[in-house]
């Protein structure tokens, strides 16, 4: 739990870099028990600068245009080299006029409606992500809440047993199954069978903890339901509907059979706990910000062929894709951010070693659709505001509802959002029929959703060029092996970005890996 | 459950009402078993119009409002007094320029920073409180979520035994609470206590969801932590802090002997759920969006100071504050939706019975504080984003951090949030003692607080001339004899508010109300 105290030490390390220089910097973070980055919300505080010394950058995602802004901020010549025409690398939005086209693929042109969006790449902003917190804050990026939770959303599952093809919600799920929970071992307390484990007092306590917790009746400790869970009637006016008429609980053993409580426990995990961030208009304005600030640096449409390196300088060469021209650029050192799915492609006089690292770390498929929808007919007739519905209808995993709009004539759902080998399948789909695939499954669960169709737009990033993946998926094996081995860089290239952390597939493994990359290269510089 | 059966059944209602009156509209929402306003998220439909009548409608609240604006629409002579120089009623929102005087009180004038506010009376618009968003609807008023949940906020208590004075986050609470009771639980079902209670497939099934429930260790069935409660060090890029460090659970026996885990339950309760919103710049843009259309029917600053009705109108005399003048009105019907604690002053010829009704409900002190801090602190050094504080400190209830303007430089929290008798000794004092009183409790809990603190804007409900009290609070034995009294109304006076609903305090509950008793009157004026 971060305390109040952070300021304090952060005051105390900028303090220790203004007098120590980097190395003490890093000593002092060490002894404080703090990983760069990780409780400090801000980027390495480095002493010195980087005047008259060179960094080439590869890629002007969120990794390359961080380590440019920081960089460049140092007084260091920066220039960065970016494939595409346009910076952000995944953090991308899909609105009118976006184009796509995957590897093999027809291309696709983004037709929704104006106002609206799908933030194909990177969707969510955790609490937790204080580095992408940090950039946002810095450069008045307007965020508002996502839904990331929304115990009023639907699950609808197909091999639910005895609760198969209902829209059950969420509330009723967690209410009844914490309910029954409580009644049972409530029921263990009276009966004396925790009398072994636990001792009197604590019974009390306990017995007291579990009236709250599962709403059970007081005097013969049975949950019966709560108004958490719906009502039958909602309360409202005068006699009728007044109170309201409460709803019966869903039955403990139907619960069980189902297997639908697992859907959710006792707290959302870490990454995804409430209050979670969007930026007003799509995730690309972080992407722009970035831009905006570090674009002059930026060629694009240039891509990266060759890679060497050397004992003073690194020298990459690449192709202008508007020309077809090859030109190249050399710099003290070189910072990659380009993926591994994509960099062990590239023609490097890397060492076999770390090459082979370069192979050794699989990518994640992943799809995303967008639907536009000309009603809104999840807000209008289920009265769910964002979040989530959760399915094992094949290939969907989620739907996901906007936040943002609230309220309005139309919106912009996620219609699947699909890893692994559904991910592999629907991306062989062409774009309209993977719409087709989406309508088909929502429609189980949503009587409006075909009828209310107009225009979809999707991904399958695992097909994408410059990707070729969602983000990179360690294993224990390849953590051991091949992490550190990239961590440390080969020469003067070292490497940056999401699969260089912990928090793959997020914005804020891009940023932090790329503070601690480039205090690395400070480092050596400096010294 | 709202299905999207409903709209067919409201199309069906619709045809109905056009076919056959509103007394078989009445009869057919009854078949159907909907109250009115319940399961119908909008206005009764009723057919005929109000040509040639007249209501008078007392106060410009929401129930006032939303009366004047749907008899208006059916072609009624509709006028509207109202004692204040603004409409809303308690629908208020304090921004730079707002001023108040309580009864006895000195005058307050908000002095807040542009763009910043208190909705000091109604601040939240739950999910299910459909006719309120229907409203927000139909006029166009932008809403944005407000963080009625935050696992990551702060518990505080000062009577919580072992964990007294502890900076709890929920999320470690209902981590631990409920991983604890799964694994006393788990343990049961393996040493066959629960084996008279549940047969071999549901104790394996019940051991499965504990496991998931309580993110148990699948060896030994111990809870040992999880990522939902937070880590010491959080994951990050690199090595270091890399996969970060897990936290340490807290133990059973200090959760239970604090009584901590009871501020939580498994779901929360039916009106607090996610997702919940506020109106973007104020709750007051639902009155100012009321009044825009039905302002011209509104006569400002007319204290209601008689009301006499016969059988064929009613006529109430009010003073103009503003010139002290006295004028009265007539009119054929009369919607008053003065609250009762103000009404129970008023000069009226209403029956014994209807005033002891009038009389018989209490009504809810209630305070509010805003302050003003010149930092977000709650964000900066705690990453608490919106949500609400929960503490044991006399007279503050909950700390609520705002939903609006993050990670911009200031904000306007909330101090307290008091009710009852906290609330009584809290008005006795100055604006300047609440302030200093709210900063003594808060700095408790963060340490900026009193440092950060800028300005104050606080009010009494209880104390506040046309209010006298926060919303009516019903006993049973209340709403058994005087409710049906004060629902049915006296001769061609019908009485409408959050007051004569099960929704008290809430706006849903006024418009409601409204809704209900309009219809009435037009019953009436079409028989």
């Known amino acids: 739990m971060q305390s109040s105290g952070a300021i304090t030490r952060r005051e105390f390390l900028y303090r220790a870099a203004a007098v120590g220089g980097t190395g003490l910097l890093f000593n002092t973070m060490d002894a404080w028990g703090m990983g760069i980055a990780s409780r400090m919300a801000g980027p390495p505080v480095l002493s010195g600068n980087g005047k008259g010394k060179s960094v080439l950058i590869l890629g002007a995602g969120l990794a390359g245009m961080t380590a440019a802004y920081e960089l460049g901020k140092l007084g260091y010549r920066v220039q960065v080299l970016e494939a595409r025409g346009f910076a952000g690398g995944r953090c991308q939005t899909a609105r009118k006029g976006f184009t796509l086209a995957e590897l093999g693929g027809e291309p696709q042109r983004c037709e929704f409606d ?10 969510r902003i955790p609490l937790h992500h204080q580095s992408t917190l940090h950039y946002t804050r810095s450069f008045g990026v307007p965020l508002e809440v996502m839904v990331n939770d929304n115990d009023h959303s639907i699950v609808y599952l197909e091999n639910g047993g005895p609760l198969s093809r209902q829209r059950l919600r969420p509330a009723q799920i967690k209410a009844d199954m914490r309910g029954h929970v409580a009644e049972l071992l409530a029921k263990s307390v009276q009966d004396h069978t925790l009398d072994k484990k636990l001792n009197a007092e604590d019974q009390r306590l306990l017995l007291d903890y579990l009236v709250h917790e599962g709403q059970l009746d007081n005097d013969d400790l049975r949950y019966k339901g ?5 009502f039958a009637v909602n309360p409202g006016a005068g006699m009728n509907p007044g109170p309201g008429t ?5 039955g403990f053993r139907e619960l069980l059979a189902s297997h639908v409580s697992n859907v959710y426990s006792a707290v959302q995990d870490f990454p995804m706990q409430n209050t979670m961030f969007q930026p007003v208009g799509g995730m690309d304005a972080i992407a722009k910000a970035f831009e905006k600030r570090v674009g002059r640096f930026i060629r694009y449409k240039a891509e990266v062929q060759t890679i060497r390196h050397g004992e003073k300088n690194v020298t990459v060469t690449y192709k202008d894709t508007g020309t077809g021209k090859l030109q190249s650029l050399s710099a003290d050192y070189c910072l990659c951010t380009i993926p591994l799915s994509v960099l062990r492609m590239i023609d490097t006089d890397f060492s076999d070693k770390f090459k082979a690292a370069v192979k050794a770390v699989a990518y994640a498929p992943v799809g995303k659709i967008g639907l536009q929808m000309k009603r809104r007919f999840w807000e209008e007739d289920d009265h769910i505001y964002g979040g989530h519905v959760f399915t094992d209808l094949k ?11 609230w309220q309005k004539q139309k919106g912009v759902l996620l219609g699947y959002y699909n890893y ?3 991910a592999i399948e629907v991306s062989a789909m062409t774009p309209a029929e993977r719409a087709e ?9 949503f009587p409006a959703y075909r009828a209310s169709f107009e225009k979809s737009f999707s991904v399958a990033w695992h097909r994408v060029q410059y990707n070729l993946g969602g983000w990179a998926e360690w294993s224990e094996e390849s953590r051991k092996s091949a992490y550190p081995v990239l961590l440390e860089g080969e020469g003067r290239v070292l490497l940056a970005g999401e699969h260089l952390s912990y928090l793959t597939g997020w914005q804020a493994g891009a940023i932090e890996s790329a503070w601690q990359q480039l205090a ?3 480092e050596r510089a400096s010294a």
């Not at 409460?246 to 869903?250: C, E, F, G, W, Y």
């Open 246 to 250: 409460a709803s019966d609980p869903l």
């Open 520 to 522: 690395r290269i400070h």
């Open 226 to 230: 709560r108004s958490g869970r719906g």
């Open 420 to 422: 692994q080998s559904a």
């Open 437 to 445: 695939f989406a309508l088909a499954a929502g429609e189980k669960i």
């Open 395 to 405: 290939g969907i995993n989620t739907i996901s509802l906007p936040s943002s709009q």
């Open 114 to 123: 104006d106002g609206h969006y799908i933030n194909h790449g990177p969707w």
